[in-house]
């Protein structure tokens, strides 16, 4: 049997059923820019910024959602794909925010960034479209801002399709369209459990995390250090987004789609259960017990030495089995390590366990 | 299981009287769709949204009437109301409709009734189902290759050849197979549809058990447009009728089904989605729905006009009907409105001129300026393009199209850019918002005509970018037509969009 | 895991059992929810309703602690249908003789009296798990934290090993760890019967490895386990380190262990919040949280991954692995010199090798899943490839036990406990997050409503939930997540400790508590103050709420 290849930009490749003209082209490396599509989400090419030319077809094709054919003769670098990119461009900018330092006040913002790749066809006025945002609604996690929204739906697909609660759709149409939710209440009387996908898929930054809007540090100005989430065993890989200057977590972001375990995906814990690191009542100094039995603050030798003697003294009056070591799953393996090296080791007792044996 | 439980989703909302808080937690627990989608799909559609509001057209043919002055009145003395894009009375203009109210519809003109008519609107519907007959004798084949010889096309608006979808569906591998009937008329100029199954439901029941029947589908599905009541209440009885009279298969199950206020539905697969209990927003083809229609089945759909269209095909030969069109086969109809002596809804040769038709609807009433040949989506064309043939090819040639041959009559005292706008704001208002393209075009194309009509000459400067932009990006006809009407006018009537102040 | 969290949304048929995988695992729950939505077949074995069941195609609504019951009925319809995998069974195991005898007994009908699942979805399930290839078994603490613990599992594998669904991806047997590192704790050795890569303590050859390895000869009496120090915490335990660990909080029918805790002589506290054991403490060490120190978190598929410090730790506060390097030069021990985390990291893997292969520099930018024993070998991304990993599996026939403490007219209702999406553990994390506060701000039950009605008891109003071990009070949720004769709580809440309650009857293997089964009843309290409870991330499903 013959292998059926079809052609992108010149150059044959292999046709493989059920592939999208985007997904064909994203193996010889050929970028097409697109706003609505999102690998883990079915394809609507709603933003239309992704047509390509086929031969033999009157309009270009949706390269997200279109099929690749056994002989398709398919072209994305053309005047013609490059003045409907521009067109695309322009065309959202009306009917987004379109100073840039506004658009990217917060979040990233994808139209500018292609429009870096791609120019527009300038700047049209703009149409000011009657969106309903939520002002009332009272999460503190996600906010709605509706003049950033450019409809592309990817927040209620992957509401509906890859977190499965259903609790953002589409409402109202045409120049109304709008993010809702039903009877436009707040995200926590709703099915919304809080994951902030939304936020992670929002080309344009309409969806977005309240406590960092407020701080009020655009996210490309914040620094992005990879870590693993420390709540569940799933293992998550997270960016946190570190204001160095104030030493501080502005918010969490997911590392992009298909590159971890996670799969660009977070829960509401691993997004925004952050606050704790930051909170008021963390332990800033050792504290040992006094004579009247209360807790005072001390400075680090004293409370090593403390440690050392008591343990010690412990092991002089009954042995070292007297001593029981537990440790944290929620640490790290090497200072897991450690502890039942010290255990061990140090003070000579098998007696330790890490807290999760129960 | 929930995704036919969601087909129920637009009729208990219309039940609940529309939508109100807790309309959709209701929903939602009795079908199981999630709340927040039953909330997206309720707020799409006109009537669940805004269900008692008196409706006041301000289509063109009804703006043209006057129904500008009917608006300003009624917000003068506070009357709660909604101007309503099309409400498919343009024969009444200035036209409005009470969803609550019983909204009789004045006799329209009509041609008069003749044997030589593929429907003849004057003729006088009969229960003998003939075609219905020949085509159980004959067979599926038979049928489709009458169709084929027939050379008949669909009359909604498309032209697609209606044999080659009986056929695409006949072929299909599945034998779970719809028949359904589209009457979501909607264009404005358009009331052909609601006039065929007033005035001859029978030739519509009989077309669809002819479909049915050839192409093995146990279900059929009459989509009505929901401002047409008794339209719908017609066609229920004529088909009740016929199945007392044993006329029909009863093994068919007929459904009615209602339109909840959305033009867009009229595109054929915003109205699969819309019967499935989704927001009207057309999907992308292919699939086309002959292959993967209702419930992902291949599905026939078909305007009113061409499956009435069915039954004299069959009784009296493809080849009669061919030979009863000029240019193209078959007759059509034309409803005729503005600014014309005698609206009504005219069946005539297909190819008939446009000189023709506008005696035919009694002359025009003052100086012929321009007309809409074809629905909104047709453009403008000038008095001197008079002696056009009005056919699917002919329109096409100029620019056009014969659409649902919703004919506007525009005389001299028409601002053509004020025309321009009021197709703009039906664009904008009925575009289902799914694509970028239409969405936003068309407030960009209705917002620069305001503004070039508040003296800003330099407004419609951006129009020879945005407008291609909309015909080659939209996913369906209606963004990729939306900027026609201000381009042909533009084109033909230049000196109007020079500089102007308009008030 | 024996495979990996990615190849769940390839799998064909999915057990999930004793898992609230939606709300414990939010992002396997996703890969569920993704290979339902390409056609997977789902069966969820709760004695609850759960936001899985609501998707499942079979919701075995099992009696709290029937488990062994179910899991022999599975298996016993399996070799009565034939759909047992001789040729693989005969080439990889050993012992089917035993249990094939054992689960002879167990037939669904008989199982359906003491578990509550209909014979015949049983039977369907069976036949449905048997017969796909693509087919894993996904559990969690709703299958360890039982008495019959060790059972449970052993009953799983029994499965497992009979249709041979290991060793191939999107199958296999497959624990979803509760905690971030739990895995990586365990690998670590931070286990009495365990050095670091799941070497026997017990082995004379390991301890002398260890010894030699570390400087130090290696004692020779056997550790205890957590539940064993627990009970013995005050007579044969009489000092105490914690480290990250809230005992007062989690354990287990905790008024016994905290009147144990006044005879204890010395206790070490090292936390990054003030946490209620500090009540006992001696010396509480401030620590960093994970955000600010480095190391490795290894997840519930073995994938040893970074963390890495963001930000500097407040205060004087410190990473727990320098505090610990302090204490052991203190106590006199001298370690080698370590320059950073990764030589810590570097020192386990040479000792350990099923780490040998894995190392700081390698996981700079993704993760390993153990184990990896070269430098230069790959992720292992599902175990037992090509046969069962250590010559041949072993099958374990198991007979039912019942759990520990049954309904009895005393306490007629059966307590079971668990956690919740918007919380964890003992929260001392997220009940610092406001948001999270807002949405589930306080402890609640879950109660059927016709016990509630049978109790006079409205939703949202206070009740005490009684046990032998304890009362607690909170507010009532009337709910058809739980069965009539189960009520069910968080155990998140500090003011409202579901551990008074739980009974610390443990595995007798593991010494895991009981935390899921206990008899308890519920005492209406005279309060006015009714307030809605949210219910989560779950809505009862539309079928539930049309019946009465």
């Not at chain 2, 009541?229 to 199950?253: P, Q, S, Y």
């Not at chain 3, 309904?407 to 007629?412: G, L, N, Q, T, V």
Request: proline share 5%.
């Amino acid at each position: 049997m013959s292998e059926q290849t079809l052609t992108i930009n010149g150059v044959s490749i292999d046709h493989r059923p059920g592939e999208t003209i985007l997904e064909a082209a994203r193996r010889l490396d050929i970028d097409i820019p697109t706003l609505c599509h999102d690998d883990r989400i079915e394809p609507v090419a709603a933003c239309r910024i992704c047509l390509v030319e086929v031969e033999g077809s009157r309009l270009m094709q949706p390269s997200c959602h279109s099929k690749t054919q056994p002989d398709m003769v398919i072209t994305t670098e053309s005047q013609r794909v490059s003045r409907n990119r521009q067109f695309s461009l322009s065309l959202h900018m009306a009917d987004t925010v379109s100073d840039r330092t506004i658009a990217e006040d917060a979040n990233p913002n994808r139209l500018f960034e292609l429009a870096d790749i791609h120019g527009t066809a300038g700047l049209w006025p703009h149409v000011d479209s009657p969106r309903q945002g939520r002002p009332m609604d009272v999460n503190r996690f996600i906010h709605f801002r509706e003049d950033r929204c450019i409809g592309c739906a990817l927040c209620t697909r992957y509401c509906d399709e890859i977190e499965g609660v259903t609790a953002i759709t589409l409402a109202h149409r045409g120049a109304l369209t709008t993010i809702s939710t039903a009877d436009e209440l707040s995200l926590t009387d709703t099915t919304c459990e809080l994951c902030g996908g939304c936020i992670a898929v929002c080309p344009t930054g309409a969806m977005t995390e309240k406590a960092a809007l407020a701080y009020g540090k655009p996210e490309k100005e914040l620094e992005k250090i990879r870590t693993t989430c420390n709540f569940c065993g799933v293992g998550c890989q997270l960016d946190l987004n570190v204001d160095r200057d104030a030493n501080r977590i502005v918010k969490v972001t997911p590392p992009p789609p298909g590159t971890t375990v996670n799969d660009g995906n977070l829960c509401v814990k691993g997004r925004f259960a952050n606050d704790f690191i930051h909170h008021k009542d963390r332990l800033t100094e050792p504290l040992v017990r006094d004579a009247d039995g209360v807790l005072r603050p001390t400075s680090w030798d004293e409370a090593l030495d403390r440690v050392v003697e008591g343990l010690q003294g412990v092991v002089t009056r009954h042995g070292p089995h007297s001593l029981g070591f537990v440790s944290s799953s929620r640490c790290t393996g090497e200072e897991n390590y450690l502890f039942q090296k010290m255990s061990r080791a140090a003070f000579g007792t098998h007696n330790v366990h890490q807290c999760a044996a129960t | 299981m929930t995704d036919r439980r969601r087909e129920e989703v637009l009729i208990r909302i219309e039940h609940a009287g529309g939508l109100a808080t807790g309309v959709s937690n209701d929903v939602h627990a009795e079908t199981g769709v999630p709340e927040a989608d039953v909330y997206g799909v309720a707020t799409f559609y006109s009537l669940l949204k805004h269900p008692s509001e008196i409706r006041v057209c301000q289509g063109l043919s009804c703006h043209l009437a006057g129904s500008g002055e009917k608006i300003d009145a009624m917000s003068a003395t506070d009357t709660p109301f909604l101007a309503a894009a099309c409400l498919g009375r343009c024969d009444e203009a200035p036209a409005s409709w009470d969803p609550q109210g019983e909204n009789p519809l004045p006799e329209v003109h009509l041609t008069a009734a003749s044997d030589e008519l593929a429907i003849n609107l004057a003729g006088v519907d009969s229960l003998s189902y003939e075609g219905l007959a020949a085509a159980q004798d004959n067979g599926a084949d038979w049928v489709i290759g009458e169709l084929e010889e027939s050379g008949v096309t669909g009359r909604g608006g498309a032209g697609f050849p209606a044999h080659i979808k009986w056929r695409g569906v006949a072929n299909q591998p599945v034998t779970e197979r719809y028949v359904v009937l589209n009457a979501d008329e909607g264009e404005p100029g358009t009331f052909k549809d609601r006039e065929v199954i007033l005035k001859r439901p029978h030739l519509v029941v009989e077309g669809l058990a002819i479909a049915a029947q050839a192409l093995g589908a146990n279900d059929i599905y009459c989509y009505v447009r929901g401002e047409f009541g008794a339209v719908r209440d017609t066609l229920e009885a004529a088909m009740e009728d016929a199945t007392t009279a044993g006329a029909l298969d009863t093994a068919t199950t007929w459904h009615f089904v209602d339109g909840h206020g959305a033009y867009i539905c009229g595109e054929e697969t915003a109205l699969l989605e819309s019967l499935e209990g989704r927001r009207g927003m057309p999907r992308m083809k292919p699939p086309f729905p002959v292959e993967a229609g209702f419930r992902g089945a291949p599905t026939l759909i078909q305007n009113v006009e061409t499956i009435a269209t069915i039954p004299s095909i069959l009784t009296r030969g493809g080849a009669w009907f061919r030979d009863l069109g000029r240019t193209e086969p078959g007759t059509k109809l034309y409803c005729v409105s503005g600014h014309v002596q005698r609206p009504g809804v005219y069946e005539a040769p297909m190819g008939i001129s446009m000189a023709e038709l506008i005696d035919m609807a009694g002359g025009v009433v003052g100086t012929l300026k321009a007309f809409s040949p074809g629905g909104a989506s047709s453009g403008f064309l000038p008095a001197s393009m008079i002696n056009v043939a009005l056919d699917f090819g002919s329109l096409q040639k100029v620019g056009s199209m014969l659409g649902s041959a919703g004919v506007v009559v525009l005389n001299d005292t028409v601002d053509m850019a004020e025309a321009a706008l009021v197709q703009a704001v039906f664009f904008e208002d009925e575009s289902c918002g799914q694509c970028a393209p239409c969405r936003i075009g068309t407030q960009l194309v209705r917002q620069a005509i305001e503004r070039f009509r508040r003296g800003d000459s330099d407004a419609l400067e951006h129009i020879a970018e945005i407008a291609p932009g909309m015909e080659q990006g939209s996913i369906c006809g209606l963004g990729q037509a939306a900027s026609l009407p201000l381009l042909s006018a533009m084109k033909y009537f230049p000196n109007e969009f020079e500089s102007s102040v308009h008030t | 895991m024996t495979n990996s969290i990615p190849e769940i949304r390839d799998t064909d048929f999915m057990l999930v059992i004793g898992s609230n995988t939606s709300e414990a695992h939010p992002i396997i729950a996703m890969e569920m929810k993704q290979a339902v939505r390409r056609g997977a077949k789902l069966a969820v074995a709760d004695p609850r309703a759960i936001w899985m069941s609501s998707i499942a195609d079979w919701h075995l609504q099992i009696e709290a602690g029937s488990d062994v019951w179910l899991l022999n009925a599975l298996a016993h319809v399996i070799i009565a249908e034939g759909l047992e995998d001789k040729e693989w069974i005969a080439e990889n195991t050993e012992g089917f003789a035993a249990v094939k005898e054992t689960v002879a007994s167990y037939t669904p009908e008989k199982a359906e009296e003491v578990t509550g699942v209909p014979a015949d979805m049983i039977r369907e399930v069976a036949r449905a798990y048997a017969t796909t290839r693509k087919a894993g078994i996904y559990y969690t603490l709703g299958i360890t934290e039982h008495t019959t613990g060790t059972d449970n599992v052993y009953a799983l594998s029994n499965l497992v090993l009979m249709t041979g669904h290991l060793g191939g991806p999107s199958m296999g047997m497959n624990p979803l760890r509760g905690q971030n590192n739990v895995q990586g704790a365990n690998d670590s050795g931070a286990t009495p019967v365990f050095y670091p890569g799941y070497q026997w303590a017990k082995d004379e050859e390991v301890r002398a490895k260890f010894s030699a390895a570390w400087g130090v000869e290696q004692p020779d009496v056997p550790g205890l386990n957590l539940n064993e120090m627990m009970k013995k915490v005050g007579t044969q335990i009489k000092g105490m380190y914690l480290m990250g660990e809230d005992i007062v909080m989690s354990e287990p029918n905790v008024g016994r262990l905290e009147k144990a805790l006044n005879d204890i002589e010395f206790m070490v506290v090292q936390d990054i919040f003030l946490n209620e054991s500090c009540r006992y403490a001696d010396v509480v060490l401030p620590a960093a949280a994970f955000a600010e120190k480095d190391g490795v978190f290894t997840n519930t598929d073995r994938r040893v991954q970074r963390v890495r410090k963001a930000i500097e730790p407040p205060g004087q506060a410190r990473a727990d692995w320098e505090i610990i390097l302090d204490v052991m030069d203190r106590s006199g021990y001298e370690n080698p010199p370590y320059e950073g985390i990764a030589d810590i990291y570097a020192e386990m893997a040479s000792l350990a090798p099923k780490f040998a292969g894995i190392s700081h520099e390698r996981i700079e930018d993704d993760g390993l899943q153990w184990p990896v024993h070269t430098m230069d070998a790959p992720s292992t991304i599902y175990l037992h490839k090509g046969g069962v990993l250590r010559g041949k599996g072993l099958f374990q026939a198991v007979e039912y036990r019942a759990p520990f403490e049954q309904a009895d007219p005393e306490y007629p209702l059966v307590l079971s406990t668990g956690r919740t999406l918007y919380h964890y553990n003992a929260a001392t994390q997220t009940r610092r997050v406001d948001g999270l506060t807002e949405k589930q701000p306080e402890a609640f039950i879950e109660i059927h409503p016709r016990t509630a009605r049978v109790l006079s008891v409205d939703d949202g109003a206070m009740v005490d939930v009684v046990t032998r071990r304890g009362r607690v009070r909170c507010r009532a949720m009337v709910s058809r997540q739980v069965k009539r004769n189960t009520i069910w709580m968080p155990f998140h809440f500090a003011e409202a400790r579901a551990n008074l309650l739980t009974t610390d009857a443990g595995d007798a293997v593991t010494g895991t508590g009981e935390y899921k089964v206990c008899a308890a009843r519920i005492e209406p309290v005279d309060d006015p103050d009714v307030r809605n409870v949210f219910p989560g991330s779950y809505q009862t499903p539309v079928e539930l709420t049309a019946k009465q």
